[in-house]
């Protein structure tokens, strides 16, 4: 941990780790029900999985172009963070093992033995070996690889069983990919309890009937990762010449699939198999790792239908469904906006208060266009319905799409055509800026006179997350916003970035010395001996101009209380620097993810925003703060803060040390405290 940290700063993959042990921690927390602990175990090996495609794949793509730059936070070149980053990751997989054996036993607690085989396991009952034998051997593609055939391509996070075989005098390789063609899970139940066994180690087991022809010398399952950073978000393009920018990344998303391999994961350590895996995958063997149990824990959101009706909810949160939010008038959703703004704040409202918006813009006489920008959509989207439906009823739909969503390109593509079918006009992005901001704009007319409604939000128009993740989102008539939004539109639409606004702060224009100025009022303010105050939410921390300001304000006298979730490279704390900032994340049912910027101590001004406090969402991208200018929505969003910055349940706080720490004191969760109470 040492050479991660320098002075006041903590190394951004580091700091990401860390926050994937306190995912870990949730899969132990004795307050959370058994099945919420084995959805934490696979977020954080999910988690995992990416980090490597990411963010190990970026590093290695920094080696290979710039081998002798140094990261701006402790000065790691890309060789000592990766060394770093693999042998850390050992402890991690020693910890996940240790979690999963507990997981396990109290599984098996509840009647479900989840089987993981060794080679010498025997399996009792004939469920198995005839769902293998019927199922799954005919839907093998068995490969014997030698001279003529060299290693296969091996597919991103596929599972393979690989042998290594004798014949003769001579020494082979065997390898089954395993198919994904059936249940990941197949079970023998019996009168006491119900068996499980993922289709992986089944095919491991009776791996050494498929080549029955041959002596097994040993055998293993194996998984590896692939590079999938393949950098859509500084594509250089020639925009003066013609091309369709939709095809473009569809090839990159296909190139992803062929990149270098960053990690190889293998059931047990089988030395022959390793060295010609490590050889033909051109990796070393510090990127190897031996994984105990499984390669990934997804199959252990489908285990209730394997358990007694009766004992599922037991095992699982309380239901929650957030509330509806109650209109001033309450039979026209747009009348009550214009008569004051509307507050949501996701999961605990529910996120139908924006889409029946949608649906009333769609239909109502007085509306002649939507503009909307779009970054990640749910898979059956009601946003993309009534869009659509605007469209076919004589509305200007504009929708600034962002095809380059890492991991949700292809469903944005899809959606993008369907919407250029419904008539709508769809714009992929501004230049080499992704567009993350987060806005909708509704444009009425009313004889000659032109009203807005305004959306901003920190989060995606997702349904589906909308259920999962925290998030603030204001609805405002307010004229300046609404004619800030028009210009917004009208600029992207154009491909511009540079955009006149009043109230809101735009990214990459004005959004970072906007809110750094904040910072520097606050600081003026301490100097003059007068109450000075930062509270910050945020996803990460890792821009160096930001936290130099932090710095300068806190040695000023500022107190400032950081809200960071994930990734923090500011260290509090610090004697000289730090000594006024306080860093804590909270982790807990729902995935924290409302940025939140408020300056003063009485009456603070507050921004919500789509970015983070991180140089490619400041400076790389097209994202929004939006100041909450309504007296009584401020008070609630400063009375949230409040609670969470109280929150001793699911947080932990950062220390000098670089570690974080949970006070474990009796309380409740702050996120508990909004289903119960509507802030």
Request: glycine share 4%.
């Amino acid at each position: 941990m040492k050479n991660f940290i320098k002075k006041a700063f903590i190394n951004r993959e580091y700091s990401w780790l860390q926050f994937n042990e306190r995912v870990l921690e949730e899969a132990t927390c004795p307050t959370n029900p058994l099945l919420e602990k084995c959805k934490f175990i696979s977020i954080f090996t999910s988690n995992l999985d990416e980090f490597f495609m990411v963010r190990v794949g970026s590093l290695l793509n920094g080696l290979a172009l710039h081998p002798e730059d140094r990261e701006n936070k402790t000065g790691l070149t890309p060789t000592k963070q990766l060394e770093l980053i693999y042998k850390h990751t050992a402890t991690l997989y020693h910890q996940r093992a240790s979690v999963a054996k507990s997981l396990l036993a109290e599984l098996k607690t509840e009647g479900i033995i989840l089987n993981n085989l060794s080679q010498r396991t025997k399996i009792t009952g004939k469920r198995f070996e005839k769902y293998f034998q019927n199922t799954m051997l005919p839907l093998l593609n068995p490969i014997i690889l030698d001279n003529k055939h060299p290693l296969i391509h091996l597919e991103n996070l596929k599972m393979y069983v690989v042998l290594h075989l004798e014949r003769g005098n001579k020494n082979f390789f065997g390898i089954v990919p395993v198919p994904d063609k059936y249940d990941r899970l197949i079970t023998d139940q019996s009168a006491k309890n119900t068996k499980l066994m993922t289709a992986e180690h089944l095919i491991f087991h009776y791996a050494d009937t498929v080549f029955n022809n041959y002596k097994v010398l040993s055998k293993t399952l194996v998984r590896l990762t692939r590079n999938a950073d393949v950098d859509t978000e500084a594509y250089s393009i020639d925009y003066e010449s013609e091309f369709d920018f939709s095809k473009v990344l569809k090839g990159k998303v296909d190139a992803r699939k062929k990149l270098q391999t960053v990690r190889l994961e293998l059931y047990n350590d089988c030395k022959a198999i390793k060295d010609f895996l490590c050889k033909h995958l051109e990796i070393a063997p510090h990127q190897c790792f031996e994984v105990q149990y499984f390669f990934d824990y997804k199959f252990l959101f489908s285990l209730d239908k394997y358990l007694p009706a009766e004992r599922v909810p037991l095992l699982k949160y309380v239901p929650f469904t957030g509330r509806n939010v109650p209109l001033s008038k309450p039979n026209s959703i747009i009348k009550s906006i214009f008569e004051r703004d509307i507050f949501l704040s996701y999961p605990f409202d529910s996120m139908d208060t924006f889409l029946d918006l949608l649906d009333s813009a769609s239909t109502d006489k007085r509306v002649v266009s939507i503009k909307i920008t779009i970054y990640r959509l749910d898979k059956q989207s009601r946003v993309v319905e009534a869009l659509r439906r605007a469209s076919r009823n004589g509305k200007d739909v504009t929708v600034i799409i962002e095809l380059a969503a890492r991991f949700d390109e292809e469903n944005n593509l899809h959606f993008a055509e369907i919407l250029k079918d419904a008539g709508c006009t769809v714009v992929y992005g501004v230049g080499n800026y992704k567009v993350h901001s987060k806005i909708a704009l509704i444009v009425l007319k009313n004889e000659e006179k032109i009203s807005y409604i305004t959306h901003l939000g920190t989060g995606n128009y997702n349904e589906g997350t909308s259920r999962l993740y925290t998030d603030l989102n204001v609805i405002t008539a307010d004229p300046k916003i609404g004619t800030d939004a028009a210009n917004f539109f009208r600029a992207l639409s154009m491909g511009e970035v540079n955009v006149n606004c009043s109230q809101l702060l735009l990214a990459p224009i004005t959004l970072k010395e906007g809110l750094l100025q904040k910072i520097r009022e606050q600081i003026a303010l301490a100097k003059l001996g007068k109450p000075a105050g930062i509270v910050c939410k945020m996803n990460s921390l890792t821009d160096m101009d930001f936290i130099k300001e932090f710095i300068n304000a806190s040695t000023a006298g500022v107190k400032i209380q950081l809200i960071v979730r994930g990734i923090c490279c500011l260290l509090p704390g610090v004697s000289g620097k730090t000594e006024n900032i306080m860093v804590k994340s909270i982790i807990g049912r729902f995935l924290e993810h409302s940025r939140v910027y408020s300056f003063g101590v009485e009456n603070p001004e507050i921004y919500i925003s789509s970015a983070d406090l991180m140089t490619r969402n400041v400076s790389k991208r097209v994202e929004i703060a939006a100041p909450i200018n309504s007296p009584l929505i401020r008070g609630k969003i400063n009375k949230m803060l409040e609670i969470m910055l109280a929150d001793n349940e699911k947080a932990s706080y950062l220390t000098a040390s670089g570690k974080y720490i949970r006070l474990k004191e009796p309380g409740k969760s702050s996120q508990q405290y909004f289903m119960e109470n509507a802030v």
